[in-house]
Structure formats: C-alpha cells, structure tokens
C-alpha cells in the first residue's frame, strides 16, 4: 500500500512554455499533499504544501503565481509550472501523506524530471 | 545551527559491512523519526518509522532515537550492492499537518 504516482516522469519543453505534473495517491486518500524541488545532489526542498479543497501553502521564496498548486480531489494534486525557463529545470517530487494506520507520514512519488531549453 | 543535521558523505564500504547513518537536531519538539532511501533519479522510499525514543529493527535495518541528545541512527547490517543509495533522515513534530524537515542526506555506496 501507500503507493503515489506521478506523471509525465520526464518533460523536455522550450522556455516560455507551460508544464503540467500530476501527483497522484493510488490505494489511499490523501488530505494533504506536497511539492519539493531537488537539485542534483542536493535534498530535498519542500515548495508547497496543498490541502485538498483549500488553497496551497508556500514556502518562503517560492512564487505561487509560476508554480500553480491544484488540490482538485483526495487523490489528486496537479504542479503548473507557468513559464516554465531554463533555471526551473529540476526534479520535482511529490508526496502524500497517509493517516490512521500508525505511520502517519509522508509517501513519495518517483518524481518528475524537467528540462527547459 | 540548522535544525537537521546530517553528513552528507560520501560513504563507501565493502560489501557485508555494518553502516551506521546518523543524524542530530536541536528542535527537542521533533517526535517521529523516520529514514528514507533514495536511489538515483528516484523519489525517495520510506525505510524505517520511530515514533519518540528507542530501537526499532527490520530486517537488515535498525533505527535508534535517543531524544535525549537528539541524536538518531540507522544501522545496516550485512550490507549489500543494492544498499547503495542516499539516505536521507526525517522528522516532524506532533499536529505538523505531516511536514518533515529533512537532513541533507547521506550517499552510500557498498562495492561488491
């Protein structure tokens, strides 16, 4: 159990574009989800948290106007990168947390990796 | 002082060593532990989950929570090839809506 997908798992786009990733809980639901950015040898960096029906809350320095947090569903939360440039390429993870079975914690996708030319 | 502190590495042992991975944390609020594995170009993998102080073991795995110096560890035994990976330590505090803070993480490699 506790499985999250994400998808695509790979995106090359132009700059200026917009980038779409899916972050989905497949065999739990999921109040909360999050958004992390890592960089190549670097730990993870918590974006954004998103509570399903509610606005996302950000983290200091992140701009919720380029990265668009979406909690439509308990197992859906969607990341729009808008305008997407070269300095936004990164692997993007999401996680899900999972209550009321004793592990409350948090359940990672594979990840996201995003290349802008 | 960062509230995670981890080192990062590298770490590399031959095969069949006992690895130690260890973390502090000065926020004394923290109240779950846990340990993920993380292996190249993946998200990471949830390994071992402590709730407060004390020892917890699976399989090959052992993680230690000693509050009292903030200080956790994460024990592998008879360590194999496949091992080889980041390993990253997590914590949270009690009604954090789950957020974790996470140490930077560690890069083990175990040679054949």
């Known amino acids: 159990g506790a499985v999250v997908s994400q998808h695509p798992s790979r995106v090359i786009c132009k700059s200026g574009t917009s980038v779409k990733i899916e972050c989905r809980s497949l065999?739990?639901?999921?109040?909360?989800m999050f958004w992390y950015r890592q960089f190549p040898k670097q730990s993870l960096m918590l974006m954004a948290t998103?509570?399903?029906?509610?606005?996302?809350?950000?983290e200091q320095g992140v701009e919720k106007d380029k990265f668009l947090i979406n909690h439509a569903s308990l197992t859906l939360s969607t990341l729009t990168v808008t305008s997407a440039h070269p300095e936004d390429s990164s692997f993007y993870i999401c996680?899900?947390?999972?209550?009321?079975?004793?592990?409350?914690?948090?359940?990672f996708g594979p990840g996201t990796r995003l290349l802008v030319l | 002082q960062k509230e995670v502190e981890q080192d990062p590495g590298p770490l590399s042992v031959p095969e069949g060593a006992i690895v130690s991975l260890n973390c502090t944390y000065s926020?004394?609020?923290?109240?779950?532990f846990m340990w993920y594995r993380q292996y190249s170009r993946k998200g990471p993998e949830l390994l071992m989950y402590?709730?407060?102080?004390g020892n917890k073991e699976d399989g090959r795995f052992t993680a230690q929570v000693d509050k009292s110096s903030k200080y956790i560890s994460l024990f592998i035994r008879d360590s194999q090839p496949s091992d080889s990976a980041t390993y990253l330590c997590?914590?949270?505090?009690?009604?954090?809506?789950?957020?974790?803070?996470f140490g930077k993480g560690t890069l083990l490699t175990v040679n054949p």
């Open positions: 996680s899900a947390s999972r209550a009321g079975l004793g592990r409350e914690t948090q359940y």
């Open positions: 065999d739990f639901q999921a109040t909360t």
């Open positions: 998103s509570n399903e029906g509610s606005k996302a809350t950000y």
């Open positions: 926020n004394s609020a923290f109240q779950y």
């Open positions: 402590t709730y407060s102080s």
């Open positions: 997590a914590m949270r505090v009690e009604g954090s809506n789950y957020k974790l803070t």
